[in-house]
């Protein structure tokens, strides 16, 4: 047998079994080992530190000078190693420490604050510092542990770990569909009330969707627009038009019958959603657990 740390950890056990149980069979039968293995073993211990631990008589077994040395030690080694293990266990259980996290607003509102509020429950000794904003944050200069991002994932500089699909729907009411007219093609969005967002004032937006994988890019001009989806959300809802929205936003609105689906044969071009951090956090247990956490609840 080559010694290393596992084997003399091993041979501790040994070592202390034997005495304990005052037996050679009653202690390899603890440990899972033949007695004449367990006598092998304690002889390579006795000759590995040049003395005799034991003196072995018909009826009992003795502790030399040495032995007791040795014996005191390797109880110490063994709970020393218990604790170890039981810190690591606890770590890993009750996890601790400060995280600081970014996410879109809207995402972040809906779908993570629910899921970060059950995390805080569940690990009372992490610390969330949370800021939701559509502003894209530099994780190294703002000391971000997570960020959480809807992208394509266009050369970014970080370690990157899917989340969820960010899919978006066109959608309007069920009463604006039926006092309008029919929708087939996306070019019959021409005929209709548009609700769209606002980029710096531009008139225009563009709404790509998918026919069997082929990109069409329609230009839109919104009767309303807002910067805001939240906004948009709010003017389709009162039947004002319709929009391109998260399906996270309006999942309920779906499943209980009050909005519709828009052109389903041409649905719009989705991203993902990924948690990004940097390769310096990349072994942090605090941080992996956490990503883990939140994909298992989306």
Known sequence: MSQNKLDNLYLMRLLVSIVQFESFTLA?????????????DLKYLEQNLGVVLLKRTTRKLHLTDAGEL???????????????????HSRRHSLCGELRITAPTLWGEIMLTPILLKFRATHPQVRLIVDF????????????HVAFRSTELNNEPYIARFI???????????????QSPPLVHPSDLQM???????TNYSRYEQWILLDNEKELTVKVAGELSFSHK??????????????LLPRYLIAN???????????????????????VYTQRRAESALITHFIEYVQAHL
């Open 164 to 178: 969820a699909k960010d899919e978006m729907v066109l959608c309007a009411t069920k009463t604006y569909l039926l």
């Open 253 to 275: 609105d779906l499943e209980q019958g009050i909005v519709s689906e828009v052109l389903p044969k041409y649905r719009p071009k989705s991203s993902n959603f990924y948690a």
């Open 230 to 243: 939240q906004a948009i959300y709010s003017a389709m809802k009162q039947g004002l038009g319709i929009a």
């Open 70 to 88: 040795t014996y005191h030690h390797a109880e110490q080694m063994i709970t020393l190693h218990e604790q170890l293990v039981d810190g690591l």
């Open 133 to 144: 904003s559509n502003f894209t944050s530099d994780l190294q200069r703002e000391n971000i």
């Open 28 to 40: 390899a039968d603890h440990l899972g080992i033949t007695p004449s293995k367990a006598s092998k």
């Open 192 to 198: 209709h009330q548009l609700l769209t967002r606002c």
